[in-house]
């Protein structure tokens, strides 16, 4: 009913039923059931697909908040997107981590917002009360385009989105509930937020730790400024074409797989 109050053409409108497994059906999971995606999206052109929401979707066993788990999950559907020239919309939920960006209140690891090419928030207008705001927490692709605001109606007694003004409302203000003149944290001090996440007692090779937060959305200088303020420290492992750098927040430095010889 939603649907036909938002005016869509219910053929091309498909649901991904469940699956069989020993006679039970469960929802379908990923990685396992990539297949059962990939026929779907090539059976039937389709160009848009909504996982709503992705938790729900990933194989048990699997934690959306350890990387090696999120990338399983999404390197798959990331090479759905370049074979099938679709797009795949995962939603999420917020923690309550409250005080934080709006890059850190998605539910799950950093690497979720990472392995996206564009990412978007959803929260209520702190400054119009019957409000809600679409804005953009990361872009990949283009520059970020401004927030636009939107209400809920009724139709047909459905409920259906009427579309506003755009705003100055940032991803960020909307998480933090602060008015868009209002200084909030610099590029820099989230980037540091960002890298004591990702290092917290480890730690991890130089480019690797550059690769994510670029990501995330960090520009060069970001990622300069958040090193420092984070007070990253960095080691020098290996000799020649071997060698590679390590980054960590308190100085520890892995140990070497190889034994140096004289």
């Not at 937020?193 to 995330?216: H, P, T, V, W, Y």
Request: glycine share 8%; hydrophobic share 35%.
């Amino acid at each position: 009913p939603r649907l036909e109050a938002a005016g869509a053409d219910l053929s091309r409108i498909h649901l991904l039923e469940g699956v069989q497994r020993h006679g039970i059906e469960d929802l379908p999971r990923l990685p396992r059931d990539i297949d059962q995606f990939e026929e779907e999206i090539a059976s039937k052109r389709i160009r848009l697909v909504v996982v709503d929401v992705l938790a729900c979707y990933v194989e048990r066993g699997l934690s959306m908040y350890v990387d090696a788990d999120v990338r399983l999950v999404t390197t798959p559907l990331a090479k759905l997107c370049a074979k099938y020239d679709c797009t795949i919309l995962c939603l999420r939920n917020l923690n309550r981590k409250q005080g934080q960006s709006a890059a850190h209140r998605g539910g799950g690891s950093m690497s979720l917002l990472g392995a996206a090419r564009v990412g978007w928030l959803v929260a209520k207008n702190p400054e119009v009360e019957s409000e809600s705001v679409l804005a953009c927490t990361k872009a990949n692709l283009a520059r970020r385009p401004q927030s636009l605001t939107y209400t809920i109606a009724e139709e047909n007694r459905q409920p259906v989105i009427k579309w506003g003004e755009s705003c100055e409302l940032s991803a960020d203000d909307l998480v933090t509930g602060t008015k868009p003149k209002e200084k909030g944290p610099t590029q820099g001090e989230q980037c540091a937020e960002f890298i004591r996440d990702q290092l917290g007692e480890g730690q991890m090779e130089s480019n690797e730790l550059n690769r994510l937060a670029k990501e995330a959305g960090f520009s060069e200088r970001a990622m300069k400024d958040g090193r420092r303020l984070a007070g990253v420290h960095s080691e020098k492992t290996g000799f020649g074409a071997s060698q590679v750098w390590f980054v960590s927040l308190n100085g520890h430095v892995p140990l070497s797989t190889e034994k140096d010889t004289f």
